[in-house]
Nanobody, 126 residues
Framework: QVQLVESGGGSVQAGGSLRLSCAASGYAFGYTYCMGWFRRAPGKEREGVARIGPDGTTNYADSVPGRFTISQDNGKNTLYLQMNSLKPEDTAMYYC???????????????????WGRGTQVTVSS
């Protein structure tokens, strides 16, 4: 059974940084899966933030390139999201997700991702 557990969320002031982690178990991490970070702000739809494919290719939402960096440590079966220059609009519950094989073409909502963590809250104050 694939399990994803997020950590690293918290409360920071605008301009601050956080690093989210996603510990994965139950599969061969990083070799045959697309991994992604998604977020859901209060009253809004879930949206894709960043993803990394089995070949290491990364993609980012238009609102975060240059501020967020997705990476993975295959030896530790862990996915990361380094978030810098945080803005109040980044406040949301952040979720780690995974799906077998190449990354789905659809990235906005995460509809084709099979495995999800429970999320970690990020709150950015102005």
């Amino acid at each position: 059974q694939v399990q994803l557990v997020e950590s690293g969320g918290g409360s920071v002031q605008a301009g601050g940084s956080l690093r989210l982690s996603c510990a994965a178990s139950g599969y061969a991490f990083g070799y045959t899966y697309c991994m992604g970070w998604f977020r859901r702000a209060p009253g809004k739809e879930r949206e894709g933030v960043a993803r990394i494919g089995p070949d290491g290719t990364t993609n980012y939402a238009d609102s975060v390139p240059g501020r967020f960096t997705i990476s993975q440590d295959n030896g530790k079966n862990t996915l990361y999201l380094q978030m810098n220059s945080l803005k109040p609009e980044d406040t949301a519950m952040y979720y780690c997700a995974a799906t077998l094989g190449a990354c789905p073409a659809e990235f906005t909502t995460g509809a084709f991702y099979s495995y999800w963590g429970r999320g970690t809250q990020v709150t950015v104050s102005s």
